[in-house]
């Protein structure tokens, strides 16, 4: 497959893109989530996202739209604040998790014998246990948490479905009759993954990735309100933590909880939306009853 090929790829898998109504609204909420975080920093300040910069308990305002919370923040600054973080969270963790699930789906599928039942053993070891149970264990034995440091917990056990996906499409992919010319022409192996496999693969490595990061953001979001998460950035998992912490529901102070909780929601409706559609392009059946 050369270089056409992959231009002719690529050009008909973004037409398919942009005729897939459900992709355009997925992506349509999801830029309008990532504007809160860009446009929202013209028109808030965003250090009054920081603890004690703010009369607390304050019921939504003029001044503050979204109210003020028991430490002293502007809620309308922490969600400006947190969307993005939260966000960078997901994303940070799917890059990881994807590339290393990939690249080892890759070598397993493509060179098969004992590389393939090394990583397989691996893959399915690791799904047997509780990722929870896990992420729970590095996470509190670690004493301060960032963003970044989170995104890595997380991405330790978000490869091993990408892994699975792309090795079965692997095995299917190299007994295809263009592969096999490629190896009777005496190819090296990694220029047959590069030119013949990947682009046959890239559907299913980006509906891994939008997957990825929804199951990292849930993941991190877990953490968080169990209070594992980073204690001084703000995240929309942790102001759902310190409304639990605060009693905000008893209390009645709704504007704390219910925010974060509405962003969470149309972020995960839009990476769902994304994810479907996808996964209508990368699999011929769903593209057919369509």
Request: glycine share 8%; proline share 6%; aromatic share 6%.
């Amino acid at each position: 497959m050369n270089h056409s090929t992959w231009t002719q790829r690529l050009r008909s898998t973004a037409a398919a893109l942009v005729h897939n109504q459900r992709l355009m609204v997925g992506l349509a909420l999801l830029l309008a989530l990532i504007a809160i975080g860009v446009l929202g920093r013209l028109i808030v300040d965003i250090e009054t996202a920081q603890p004690i910069s703010v009369p607390t308990n304050l019921p939504p305002s003029a001044e503050f739209p979204l109210g003020t919370d028991s430490g002293g923040r502007n809620l309308l600054a922490v969600i400006v604040v947190g969307t993005p973080q939260t966000l960078r969270l997901g994303l940070i963790a799917a890059v990881v998790g994807v590339l290393v699930g990939t690249a080892s789906g890759l070598v397993a599928g493509f060179y098969g014998g004992r590389v393939d039942a090394v990583i397989r053993s691996i893959v399915d070891t690791m799904l047997t246990i509780p990722a929870l149970a896990i992420l729970l264990v590095v996470a509190a034995s670690l004493r301060t948490m960032s963003v970044e440091m989170m995104a890595l917990i997380v991405a330790s056990l978000a490869w091993m479905p990408s892994a699975r996906t792309v090795r079965a499409q692997v095995l299917t992919l190299k007994e295809r009759p263009y592969v096999q010319m490629s190896r009777l022409s005496g190819l090296s192996a990694p220029r047959i993954i590069v030119e013949d496999i990947l682009p046959g693969l890239l559907p299913y490595i980006a509906a891994s990735f939008v997957g990825a990061c929804a199951g990292a953001i849930l993941a991190s979001i877990g953490l968080e309100m169990l209070g594992l998460g980073p204690q001084r950035i703000p995240t929309l998992g942790m102001t759902i933590y310190w409304s639990m912490l605060y009693s905000a529901l008893i209390r009645g102070m709704w504007w704390w909880w219910l925010p974060p909780i509405i962003i969470l929601m149309l972020l995960f409706v839009s990476l769902f939306l994304i994810s479907t559609a996808l996964d209508e392009i990368a699999n011929p059946r769903l593209q057919r009853s369509a």
